[in-house]
């Protein structure tokens, strides 16, 4: 065996943030799926404005008592955009580390354009640091990888049911879609997608409270498909043939019904 | 200000890994872009096999002075994929903590599945801690959402430079496929892209040698461009009409060949 031997057994040394905005990919949910860089920064921040998504075990990294909820959520009240740019800006001028933790990465589907223009056009100093967007760890708890090199070579990820995906019909993971998802079905359905390709809907990704469904496209496409899942939880629908194998692990969709009732009740 | 007073200052609880072979996705290069999850498994695990691709400053994550390079990287002596899967299998038999550590996310174009299927095979316990991919480390680096709500909704990550993207000519990130640009350049074109799209080619994302260029999609079809790139190092290739700033703001490609000379001597 090719082993090497290793004589530092130290953690990669951190430098000190500077004072500034850092826009913090927080990652799906568990709070150890944050990067590294991401928790030493929340670790020393003067002040956090987080999410709603952001599971709260997350804000167990912070030292600063000054946490501020900000953002939205499928429907509750949120801050506006607009006010949010101004409370970071401000904060950033008093020479503070001041965090934007943002669910998964901060930079897909995450709506960061507005407060960079707004953090560019204050001229602050500002960094972003990536976090694990759900796809990917959605993915990781199936253990399935959206591209194979037998099946698909190609990833689409996208909020827009009413656009096609990838023209040769490969691997497409849908955010923000969950009261969308018969019209995702019926256009994929429509440029030429088998009506048995696989999907999996996975709710709360990466949280104890994680829920897999499995179902085919024609099944997406009966009927709205919403009701299965529960109020206020972000769900990724990943549809490919690289998921066959999932029809037969997940729990079948269109049976998952009787059960919805009792977990809506607790939840 | 809406702020909540947090009382809990600790990380949150790690729970010891159990043995078993775990596929950690490493992140882009730095550091300290692994998830917290990720490096806590290093920290504790008993034998680690590495991708040529892992920058080594990663590997100070470990105390195991077990540690068993493998993998491929362009063109240089790699294991084979069979004799991977079987030191893995061979190390969780034998009742230890077992890590594969992957460049970027360890399910996007990182050829897990094979090692999943062997892992399956032999009933062994395994788990995937995703990583960073590289598309979105080097989002991150130029501070710019691949999607955005004015110009698109859509990203499609690849390894195909002969297949069209999205049909909507949207945001598209290439993964090795620094040798083919100018077949890239020219499908996309072909397909409706307009020639002045803007290109990013990001090298090294995230590490000190971090290099990013610029150009348009008739610049990249002009010639082979892959001698602009140091040997071994991975490029990403990000094309879309998001991207245009960075025209201005990165080195142009097309310009750069002068000082390339001098950078390949001293890598």
Not at 33 to 46: F, K
Not at 84 to 90: E, F, G, P, T
Not at 154 to 162: I, K, M, R, Y
Not at 183 to 195: D, H, I, K, R
Request: proline share 6%; hydrophobic share 40%; net charge negative.
């Amino acid at each position: 065996m090719n082993s090497t031997q290793v004589t530092t057994v130290n953690a990669p040394i951190a430098s000190s943030p500077i004072p500034g905005v850092y826009l913090i990919g927080a990652g799906p949910g568990a709070a150890d799926l944050i990067t590294v860089r991401g928790a030493r920064i929340l670790a020393v921040a003067d002040i956090i404005f987080y999410d709603a998504l952001i599971d709260m075990s997350m804000l167990e990294w912070c030292t600063s008592t000054n946490m501020v909820p900000v953002g939205k959520r499928c429907g509750a009240h949120s801050s506006s955009q607009r006010f949010i740019n101004k409370q970071l800006v401000d904060a950033a001028s008093k020479n503070l580390v001041v965090v934007r933790l943002k669910g998964g990465d901060p930079l897909i589907f995450g709506r960061a354009q507005e407060e960079i223009d707004a953090l560019e056009q204050a001229g602050v100093h500002y960094e972003v640091v990536p976090g694990i967007t759900t796809a990917l760890a959605a993915s990781a708890q199936l253990k399935q990888p959206p591209t194979t090199r037998e099946l698909s070579r190609t990833l689409t990820l996208t909020t827009l049911p009413g656009r096609c995906s990838h023209e040769d019909h490969k691997t497409s993971i849908y955010y923000m879609a969950r009261d969308q998802l018969t019209e995702v079905a019926n256009t994929l359905m429509a440029q030429g997608y088998p009506s048995n390709t696989p999907v999996c809907l996975m709710e709360s990704v990466s949280l104890p409270s994680e829920r897999g469904f499995a179902c085919t496209l024609d099944e997406l496409s009966l009927g709205d498909v919403h009701h299965h899942f529960l109020d206020r939880q972000p769900v990724v629908v990943m549809i490919g043939e690289v998921y066959r194998k999932q029809l037969q692990l997940l729990s079948p969709l269109i049976r998952s019904e009787s059960n919805f009732a009792a977990l809506q009740a607790v939840s």
